[in-house]
């Protein structure tokens, strides 16, 4: 038998470097696109079902590279080979979660969004089609191998010399210790105060991997319907500053860090400089079993 899981979608993505320049295009949809595995004989499964195909349009002019993160249901029990592709491209196997129990395929309703890097001779400038299946039940099974996408997020990375806001974090300094609800606040250049649409920040700690990876120290943010979530916080208007709620932020063994991604009205995101070495100064205990 196969255990029930509800940990919420998630993203266990790349985490673009300091100084790397980005846009993400996204692709969701209000109900999930379920994808079946060819060859299903339940007598309730569609028969030998086209790859299923949904539309997204990316902007590849100056990309260096490109990566895409799939927040998809991992599907009956036991499936095998979920993978992607775009323009008819070879297909990228989607990586499984980490740490689990027992085999990663046999885990039923659990949300999860793995990256994968895509070849950019697979991309076009503009019109793409995305393309999702399967492969067959390898445990548990019932002749019904299948799964569902929520959401699809491409992000594509751009030479240093595109367009992009310039940022840093001011508050907190590498090395900081951290009360209960410390504020963190991003300067922006003055040549790009007017076109900045948000900051998002983003630390890295230990804490419960609501993207179901199975990672619990890492970036923690996620998507969900492509929207960023279970991040630091995010600021929409100057000054750029977010106040951190961390009172389910257990005590960290080892230190923090911090860094920011700041979107320009164009889209284009630029990471900021990472704050390294933050540490908890409380006077409470938070543990994490």
């Known amino acids: 038998w196969c255990l029930l899981l509800a940990l919420g979608s998630g ?12 846009r993400e295009f996204a692709w969701k949809r209000d109900r999930s696109q379920l994808v079946f595995g060819p060859g299903a004989t339940a007598p309730n499964a569609p028969k030998n079902p086209p790859p299923a195909r949904v539309p997204i349009a990316l902007d590849l002019e100056g990309a260096t590279k490109a990566e895409v ?5 991992s599907g009956h029990e036991g499936t095998s080979e979920k993978s992607i592709r775009f ?15 027992t085999r990663p395929e046999c885990y039923f309703a659990m949300l999860n969004q ?7 001779g697979q991309l076009k ?8 299946t399967c492969g067959p039940q390898i445990a548990h099974n019932f002749d019904y191998p299948a ?31 951290l009360g209960d609800n410390p504020v963190f606040e991003v300067e922006v250049a003055a040549s790009a105060a007017g076109g900045v649409q948000r900051v998002d920040f983003i630390a890295e700690y230990e804490g419960f991997p609501w993207g179901g990876d199975g990672v619990f120290r890492r970036w ?32 960290q063994r080892q ?16 990471m900021t400089p990472v704050v390294e070495g933050l540490t908890f100064k409380r006077d409470r205990v938070v543990a994490f079993y």
């Open 11 to 22: 993203v266990c993505p790349a985490e673009p470097a300091p100084g790397e320049v980005f």
């Open 69 to 73: 993160m799939v927040e998809h249901w």
């Open 87 to 101: 323009n008819d491209g070879a297909w990228l196997r989607l990586p499984l979660p980490k740490n689990t129990p």
């Open 114 to 120: 793995p990256a994968v890097e895509v070849p950019l």
């Open 125 to 132: 400038h503009g019109a793409n089609v995305i393309g999702f």
């Open 147 to 177: 799964f569902s996408v929520q959401g699809v997020t491409v992000r594509v990375t751009y030479a240093a010399s595109r367009p992009h806001a310039a940022a840093r974090i001011v508050s907190p300094r590498s090395g900081a210790g």
């Open 220 to 251: 923690h943010y996620d998507y969900r319907q492509t929207k960023l979530e279970h991040h630091v916080g995010t600021a929409t208007a100057a000054p750029w500053r977010v106040t951190w709620d961390t009172k389910w932020i257990a005590d």
């Open 255 to 270: 230190p923090m860090r911090l860094i920011a991604r700041v979107t320009d009205a164009n889209g284009v995101v630029a």
